[in-house]
């Protein structure tokens, strides 16, 4: 609609200081230079003070100066300050780092219009490596329109164990969780919710089915199917090297319990079953981490160290 893109456009124009080029303008919009020249004397009849300069460092600016007259507000009335829409500006920003939905990208434009400048930002979040794995970007961006169309889709899916399987699936929600993007879908073949990793997602398509029911709310159902989806590995027991203290806290979590009489550390951590990241973290230190409990997970360690020794050994 014209009312759409005019809003659009001004909001645009307000977050870009400077003059932004009417061809530049009308590709973002889908439209001919001639309609946004068009566009931009409807704004200038609505009282909104526009200038235009020719040229190659021309184009179109809102007047210096010049602000929309709008105000964010919480459920209760009460209106959110400038630190407050910063914080949100800033979630987004790092949201986007990771996902570039273009309604996110539109609801942080529209924020950052209402904003009277960079002064309060003193967080910075980049969540880029989400979206290094080559498809993942494309799979975001057709399961986010799934979910909003209500549309069933066809997965090619392997699980941790390598085991491949086709399913028709609904999804329900995204979730960026453990450094990886998982897809929380009503599963047709098993009727029941399941959780898929993006990236064991081989190919992806629309089935061109609507919903075969009314999915409840996605925050309780994401809960629920995280908290089924592994068994959770409580009370990991650790002797830390003290030269690996700082690394195992920041990349297993491992909390400090105490220290022995040989300066070595007991710290504790959390894992779930079928994550392999933690595990593969816990290889990578190496003797600097020896696991004391679980037994199980001892015996898995050894047997994949061994594996490897098999494998690169004499």
């Not at 659009?8 to 946004?36: C, D, I, K, N, Q």
Request: with cysteine.
């Amino acid at each position: 609609m014209k009312i759409d893109r005019l809003i659009a456009m001004t909001l645009h124009l307000l977050s870009h200081p400077g003059f932004v080029p009417a061809r530049e303008l009308a590709e973002r919009f889908e439209v001919t230079p001639r309609t946004v020249a068009r566009d931009v004397e409807t704004l200038c009849a609505a009282g909104i003070p526009m200038r235009s300069q020719p040229g190659a460092a021309g184009g179109y600016a809102v007047m210096e100066g010049y602000r929309l007259d709008g105000r964010l507000v919480t459920a209760g009335g009460h209106a959110l300050s400038a630190s407050d829409r910063d914080a949100i500006v800033t979630a987004l920003r790092g949201l986007l780092t990771a996902y570039g939905g273009e309604r996110y990208a539109a609801v942080l434009e529209k924020i950052s219009s209402l904003l009277p400048g960079k002064e309060g930002r003193r967080v910075f979040m980049d969540f880029g490596a989400a979206g290094e794995i080559a498809g993942v970007q494309e799979s975001l961006k057709t399961l986010d329109k799934a979910i909003a169309d209500k549309t069933a889709v066809r997965i090619a899916y392997v699980n941790a164990a390598g085991v491949p399987s086709d399913r028709v699936v609904e999804p329900v929600a995204l979730s960026y969780r453990w450094y990886a993007w998982y897809l929380l879908a009503f599963c047709q073949t098993r009727q029941d919710y399941r959780v898929f990793k993006l990236a064991r997602i081989d190919a992806l398509e629309t089935a061109d089915a609507a919903f075969s029911r009314e999915h409840g709310d996605p925050e309780e159902l994401l809960a629920l199917a995280f908290s089924g989806s592994g068994r959770h590995l409580e009370g990991i027991v650790l002797r830390v090297n003290p030269a690996a203290k700082v690394a195992a806290a920041e990349y297993l979590g491992a909390e400090y319990a105490e220290t022995l009489e040989n300066g070595d550390l007991i710290m504790r951590m959390d894992g779930y079953e079928d994550e392999r990241l933690w595990f593969a973290m816990l290889l990578s230190f190496g003797d600097a981490v020896e696991v004391l409990e679980p037994e199980e997970v001892r015996v898995r360690l050894a047997k994949t160290a061994k594996k490897i020794i098999e494998l690169y050994g004499d």
